[in-house]
Nanobody, 124 residues
Framework: QVQLVESGGGLVQAGGSLRLSCAASGRTVSSLAMGWFRQAPGKEREFVATITWSGSSTYYADSVKGRFTISRDNAKNTVSLQMNSLEPEDTAVYYC?????????????????WGQGTQVTVSS
């Protein structure tokens, strides 16, 4: 089993920044891609960003491209999401997840382990 725990969520004003962290434990395979998803009230969960094990490849949703940066520290078993220029539309519960594959993917069904989520609220 793989356990993922997100942290770093909170309240921030529009235009501000926030950094989320995901701590992983218990996994036996360390070469798989990781990703971030989010879900706003009344909306379906959507893809945000993904990164390969080595960090050599990343992919972002168009809505966050240029504002968010995903990174990972394999020695510490952590994946981070740096969020800049936050907008009210970014308000959501953010989830960390591990992919079935080594390549980056935006497809939700490709991810097998999920964290419980951390709330991010952006005010006007």
């Amino acid at each position: 089993q793989v356990q993922l725990v997100e942290s770093g969520g909170g309240l921030v004003q529009a235009g501000g920044s926030l950094r989320l962290s995901c701590a992983a434990s218990g996994r036996t395979v360390s070469s798989l891609a990781m990703g971030w998803f989010r879900q706003a009230p009344g909306k379906e969960r959507e893809f945000v960003a993904t990164i390969t094990w080595s960090g050599s490849s990343t992919y972002y949703a168009d809505s966050v491209k240029g504002r968010f940066t995903i990174s990972r520290d394999n020695a510490k078993n952590t994946v981070s999401l740096q969020m800049n220029s936050l907008e009210p539309e970014d308000t959501a519960v953010y989830y960390c997840a591990r992919s079935h594959s080594r390549a980056t993917t935006a497809l939700e069904y490709e991810y097998d382990y999920w964290g419980q989520g951390t709330q991010v609220t952006v005010s006007s």
